[in-house]
């Protein structure tokens, strides 16, 4: 069975220190991957989506970064963080070729930037 | 562009209640999620649907594409159900799939 982890799971920075959350895939080949944040009080928002290895298109300009350096490892990254990059992140997946009909979503990252 | 939008917002029930949570959307969409998100934070999907209605146990999911609506039913309600639910619309696009999502619907049932 599929399974998808997120590390960590809670994470508190200070601003202007660097970030990387990881997103991990196990028992599927060739996921479409995707990391999502949910601000407080707002609604999930994708971030960033990946169809293959080095392959990542972004939704929302950020100071954020997002790459992926093995078929199933989707990483989450910033140089310097913003207090409004604090939010809960989600890593979720589906199964390649698209039109699946299920997202599947990771525990999450809650990030708090102080 | 896709808006999303969910009724109600917050949402107070007596365990036992039949409880109903709309989202409508303002353009045509390839099908519509249902999410559940719990206290903690993760996300279980409950429903994808293009069209017409899905049963789940205690949970029905009907959409009705030409008014752009759809509908989520909790049967017999109990304070197991209480979570954040989210509706989201999917459009097929190219070589992934994208979710817009609604800010949800937050369900509290009480014993």
């Known amino acids: 069975s599929q399974t998808i982890h997120q590390w960590p799971a809670t994470l508190v920075q200070p601003v202007g220190s660097p970030l990387s959350l990881e997103c991990t895939v196990e028992g599927t080949s060739n996921p479409n991957l995707y990391w999502y944040r949910q601000a407080a009080g707002r609604g999930l928002q994708l971030l960033f989506y990946s169809v293959g290895i080095g392959q990542i298109s972004s939704e929302v300009p950020q100071n954020l970064s997002a790459s992926r350096p093995q078929d199933r490892q989707f990483i989450l990254s910033s140089k310097k963080l913003l207090l409004s990059d604090s939010g809960f992140y989600l890593c979720?997946?589906?199964?390649?070729?698209?039109?699946?009909?299920?997202?599947?979503f990771g525990p999450g990252t809650r990030l708090t930037v102080l | 562009k896709n808006e999303v939008e969910q009724s109600p917002q917050n949402l107070t029930a007596q365990e036992g209640e039949f409880i109903t949570i709309n989202c409508s959307y303002s353009v045509g969409i390839s099908a519509l999620h249902w999410l559940q998100q719990h206290p903690g934070g993760g996300i279980v999907s409950l429903f994808m649907l293009s069209s017409g209605k899905k049963k789940h146990g205690r949970l029905i999911a009907t959409i009705n594409i030409q008014e752009k609506h759809s509908s989520l039913h909790i049967t017999a309600s109990h304070p197991r159900d209480s979570a954040v639910y989210i509706c989201a619309s999917l459009n097929y696009g190219g070589a992934t799939n994208k979710l817009i999502f609604g800010t949800g619907t937050l369900l509290a049932v009480q014993p």
């Open positions: 979720a997946w589906t199964s390649a070729p698209p039109g699946t009909d299920t997202q599947y």
